[in-house]
């Protein structure tokens, strides 16, 4: 829905060759940017937060799916998390709202395709809400990554526990947790890296006064990258092609770890 939205906004832009302060009406004051730029710039904030808040709710689900299966089946239910995504999305959006209202201030990126929230310059009024957002963006990334890797540790548990001689049955199983186990494993480190650049140029902007407007937009993009890569990451690696080099790969390690453990008939 974001690349939906944004890209014929970024398109018109580069077609008319103009920037989106002048693709758009003027803005209310002179020297804020236009409309169309203000807009830009709510979903940009909107649709970098919202997706990880999605994540996050997904990273949550699959804890307690495999950490506590239990209150996993007793209290969580369709209807819950259709309610949950939907007060995550609008809570979501009232604070992407609080530039539009004098809390942060919208600006225009260089080459006049990009707009996004000012990370540098200004008083607290206008970098409170980006180190609001970038401390908001963090703890995400904090809890999916600590979600993640609990997740993973119940995995990689599970695929130990399933017996590796004299029973095939158990193997399709034991695949199956190990694909699920370096799915999650590349997705999260995916996540962290794209993430964090923009959380640290926020906290720079704001506390070191660093104005590098090439180094906001190398930010921006690493988080656009995320949600563009991500699908891809996840076709590829839940295809039955990696799932037979993973399987020829825990092969080999398995036939190499026999091979070690076999005493030697000479006695040495």
């Not at 939907?86 to 979501?92: E, I, N, S």
């Not at 158990?170 to 996540?191: C, K, N, S, Y």
């Amino acid at each position: 829905l974001g690349k939906c939205l944004l890209s014929p906004i970024v398109l018109a832009a580069y077609a008319y060759n103009r920037s989106l302060s002048e693709l758009g009406p003027g803005g209310r004051t002179e020297g804020e940017p236009g409309v169309l730029c203000q807009l830009f710039a709510f979903l940009m904030a909107f649709f970098g937060l919202a997706p990880t808040l999605l994540l996050l709710a997904m990273a949550l689900e699959c804890w307690l799916s495999l950490g506590h299966p239990y209150f996993y089946r007793r209290h969580l239910t369709r209807r819950l998390g259709a309610t949950l995504g939907l007060v995550a999305a609008g809570l979501c959006a009232l604070f992407c709202a609080l530039p539009l209202l004098g809390f942060g201030v919208p600006m225009q990126y260089c080459p006049g395709t990009w707009c996004f929230i000012r990370m540098a310059g200004g008083g607290p009024r206008q970098l409170g809400f980006p180190v609001l957002y970038a401390s908001l963006m963090g703890l995400l990334v904090l809890a999916i990554g600590a979600c993640n890797v609990s997740s993973m540790r119940h995995l990689y548990g599970m695929a130990r526990r399933q017996p590796r001689r004299g029973a095939p049955a158990a193997t399709a199983p034991r695949m199956e947790e190990l694909d699920h186990l370096i799915l999650l494993g590349l997705m999260t480190v995916l996540f962290t890296i794209c993430s964090l650049p923009l959380i640290i140029r926020a906290y720079m902007g704001a506390f070191a006064a660093d104005f590098n407007e090439n180094a906001d937009l190398s930010a921006l993009r690493f988080l656009s990258v995320n949600s563009i890569v991500d699908p891809w990451v996840f076709i590829i690696f839940r295809t039955s092609v990696f799932r037979m080099f993973v399987r020829r790969v825990c092969r080999r390690l398995n036939s190499r770890k026999a091979t070690l453990k076999t005493p030697d008939p000479g006695g040495d």
